[in-house]
């Protein structure tokens, strides 16, 4: 059997300038922060000759075009998987729809395992831009790049995406005691609510292409939060980190009932 998983994520500062439609025109920056949470895919071989995949629903194919489950069949195909004598199993230690990034560790997770039974040498880096590739390339979804890139590099981790479609990524220059103290005065609670964030990211996605002057600048005051973010967490200041979030937050409050 192999097993593989990928952490989920936080986000810091500069969260949703990480889509193409804003970061082709000026480019875009964030940190994020992978979790001791995680997603995890088994597979192993039978003695039947038909893909089982088990997830929330249960699937039995017997050619991968027959796949129901988008990312599933993408990454199969990808990586020319056939759909006989395996079953994969889909696991996660948080529902999805909570803001963690699940998709995005999911399909990561998935690429993980797939190359594993190919026997084949995948870099994070790579395994990032293959799983973006099938989520906003493939499957068109109205996305950004940060789930994907922070499950594949893990840590705490600055991201810079250029209008060229590359991606810079580097860990934050932050102190162990920083990084403690941050570590203890950060608490994530289940609130039972969960929602798609595809609807939420397809609206900015189309108000940016069509050049929502609210939403441009929205989205570069977003920017600028982050990397003041990542000044005040190198310098070791977490006061003016929490004043910086509530600003974040309540600007992405603001923009989502606009």
Not at 11 to 34: M, N, Q
Not at 191 to 207: F, K, N, V
Not at 225 to 230: K, M, N, T, V
Request: proline content about 4%; hydrophobic content about 40%; glycine content about 6%.
């Amino acid at each position: 059997m192999i097993i593989a998983r990928s952490p989920l994520r936080i986000s810091l500062g500069g969260g949703g300038t990480d889509l193409p439609s804003y970061y082709r025109e000026h480019g875009g920056f964030l940190i994020a922060a992978a979790i001791d949470k995680y997603v995890y895919l088994t597979l192993h071989q039978t003695f039947v000759p038909e893909l089982i995949l088990k997830y929330s629903k249960l699937e039995r194919v017997e050619k991968v075009d027959e796949i129901q489950h988008p990312i599933f069949r993408e990454a199969l195909k990808l990586l020319g998987v056939p759909a006989a004598n395996l079953e994969i199993t889909s696991m996660a230690d948080i529902p999805a729809g909570t803001g963690l990034g699940s998709s995005g560790s999911f399909t990561t997770a998935l690429l993980k395992v797939l190359h594993a039974h190919k026997k084949s040498l995948v870099l994070p880096q790579e395994l990032a831009q293959q799983a973006c590739h099938i989520e906003i390339d493939r499957l068109d979804e109205p996305i950004g790049k940060q789930d994907q890139y922070i499950a594949a590099l893990g840590g705490l981790t600055c991201f810079r995406f250029l209008p060229d479609d590359r991606v810079e990524a580097w860990p934050l220059a932050i102190s162990t005691e920083t990084l403690h103290n941050l570590e203890d005065n950060l608490l994530l609670f289940f609130t039972g609510y969960a929602r798609a964030a595809s609807s939420i990211l397809a609206e900015q996605d189309q108000r940016t292409r069509g050049s929502d002057p609210r939403m441009i600048e929205n989205l570069h005051l977003i920017k600028d939060l982050g990397l003041q973010s990542r000044e005040a967490l190198e310098a070791g200041d977490l006061r003016a980190f929490a004043e910086l979030m509530n600003v974040h937050w309540s600007r992405s409050s603001v923009d989502r009932r606009a």
